[in-house]
């Protein structure tokens, strides 16, 4: 099974702030990596798919690039509603599996 | 607009069984794969099982292969979820989703609690 390495576990940032996040997977999944947003008691919400497509809706701030086995998930100026978890997740031969998620904390 | 909505969860105990269930709408269900997802209290999200647009394919995660089974009524735009054998671990609240890569649309979960 492809194992998928989120970092950091959690992040400490400010509004306004550039906030990168990793992921990498155990082995290439080419761009089957997708990139979801998780608050508290709510659902997760779709934010990129196929490595770097932003979901309909998604502000534009959020963007995603990689291939193979690394991945970034970056927010250009974070905002307060974006204070949440979030977590990738790979696609690979009818496996699915997340990363163990990254907390993004108002610092 | 799409909606899904889950339902069927409880305080079940060990060994005993539970079937989920989840009521879709505002698109065509028989056209798309289904999914389930789970997230134990405080945990991460961990991928259970998935179903084809027709029913007639379905995988697992190994740790529940043999005990549960996902199902899809396209009739009644429902699908399903047959735990049996429940175990401590299996506590956790259960999304159903769409998609097929990726998850498009998630419900708002049904929690599960196996406990004596």
């Known amino acids: 099974d492809i194992q998928m390495t989120q970092s950091p576990s959690t992040l400490s940032a400010s509004v306004g702030d550039r906030v990168t996040i990793t992921c990498r997977a155990s082995?290439?999944?080419?761009?089957?990596l997708a990139w979801y947003q998780q608050k508290p008691g709510k659902a997760p919400k779709l934010l990129i798919y196929?490595?770097?497509s932003l979901e309909g809706g998604v502000p534009s701030r959020f963007s995603g690039s990689g291939s193979g086995t690394e991945f970034t998930l970056t927010i250009s100026s974070l905002q307060p509603d974006d204070f949440a978890t979030y977590y990738c997740q790979q696609y690979n031969s009818y496996s699915w599996t997340f990363g163990q998620g990254t907390k993004v904390e108002i610092k | 607009q799409v909606q899904l909505a889950e339902s069927g969860g409880g305080v079940v105990q060990p060994g005993r069984s539970l079937r989920l269930s989840c009521a879709a709408s505002?698109?065509?269900?028989?056209?798309?794969?289904m999914h389930w997802v789970r997230q134990a209290p405080g945990k991460g999200l961990e991928w259970v099982a998935i179903?084809?647009?027709?029913?007639?394919?379905?995988f697992y995660i190994d740790s529940v292969k043999g005990r549960f089974t996902i199902s899809r009524d396209n009739s009644k735009n429902t699908l399903y979820l047959q735990m049996n054998g429940l175990r401590t671990e299996d506590t956790a609240v259960y999304y159903c989703a769409r998609g097929h890569s990726e998850f498009e649309y998630w419900g708002q979960g049904t929690l599960v609690t196996v406990s004596s």
């Open positions: 505002g698109f065509a269900f028989s056209s798309h794969a």
């Open positions: 082995q290439s999944i080419s761009a089957w």
């Open positions: 179903i084809s647009y027709d029913g007639n394919n379905e």
């Open positions: 196929k490595a770097s």
